[in-house]
């Protein structure tokens, strides 16, 4: 009797330590440090910080040189190596470690080239909805058929230098159009072109991947999902399309969060 007694109390132990142990994890403070999208800015992810801080996270969401509040900086020397070297700028002189970086759509180029200087600062590299180059390959070359040829032609319609901005999803909003459209600008066409040159080969951190499902009917980002599936990485989905941190804030705040404290792939 006493031996069951025992066992029954020490499982129960075991349980609760179990439940606690979670919820430190789940409650454990997480900093995430974002690169966004084209023509965008750090201002897009307004509604996520409210969000992150409620829970005690930190979001750092900066801005690359030429666009957004930096639109001043605009020049068509900015290549993707510039954008790369304003997160690392970040990094140094914020003093971030044990980060979660994010890189969405365009900012997944920016991402990998920041991960792959500095590995040993990001705990885990999540794409949302991104484009994942390999050494030498551009943005551009990651497009489909004629969408490069495309994007340099209206680039002749700004100032030959910069390329307007695409279509905003369609499942944005007309309070959210009206707030996004006079912020997204044109941005320069090197950012695109420029190849991304890795150091140290494929990233050697964690990696996830979040596919939104409402895609457009080029369907450009299932290629790198699927690729993330067939290398094993931790991929999820989101019932949103291009710019969840717009249109879907709560969802994308679950998912980020569960992919940042869920155990590392062995």
């Known amino acids: 009797m006493e031996r069951r007694k025992f066992l029954k109390l020490s499982a129960a132990g075991l349980a609760v330590a179990g439940i606690e142990t979670r919820a430190a994890t789940a409650s454990r403070p997480i900093t995430f440090l974002v690169a966004h999208g084209a023509w965008s800015g750090g201002w897009s992810w307004r509604k996520m910080r409210p969000l992150m801080a409620a829970a005690g996270h930190r ?3 900066p801005t690359y040189t030429g666009i957004g509040e930096r ?5 068509p020397d900015i290549d993707l190596e510039t954008h790369i070297q304003d997160v690392l700028g970040v990094i140094k002189y914020e003093g971030l470690r044990d980060l979660v970086l994010i890189g969405h759509s365009y900012g997944g180029m920016v991402a990998t080239g920041v991960v792959d200087r500095v590995p040993e600062l990001v705990s885990k590299l999540i794409y949302l909805d991104a484009f994942v180059p390999r050494d030498g390959q551009a943005l551009v070359d990651l497009l489909p058929p004629g969408s490069a040829d495309r ?19 369609p499942d944005t909003s007309p309070e959210d159009l009206a707030w996004i459209a006079p912020l997204r600008i044109p941005q320069p066409i090197r950012t695109f072109e420029t190849p991304l040159r890795l150091r140290n080969g494929e990233p050697r951190v964690p990696r996830a991947y979040i596919y939104c499902k409402r895609t457009t009917p080029e369907d450009t980002f299932r290629p790198f ?17 291009h710019s969840p941190h717009i249109t879907a804030p709560d969802a994308l705040f679950e998912l980020l969060v569960s992919i940042a404290t869920a155990p590392a792939e062995s």
């Open 59 to 61: 979001l750092i969401t």
């Open 151 to 169: 994007m340099r032609a209206a680039a002749k319609t700004v100032d030959g230098w910069r390329v307007p901005p695409n279509p905003s999803p």
């Open 71 to 75: 639109e001043h900086l605009a020049s």
């Open 225 to 241: 999902a699927e690729r993330a599936r067939r290398e094993g990485w931790d991929v999820r989905e989101i019932d949103a399309s």
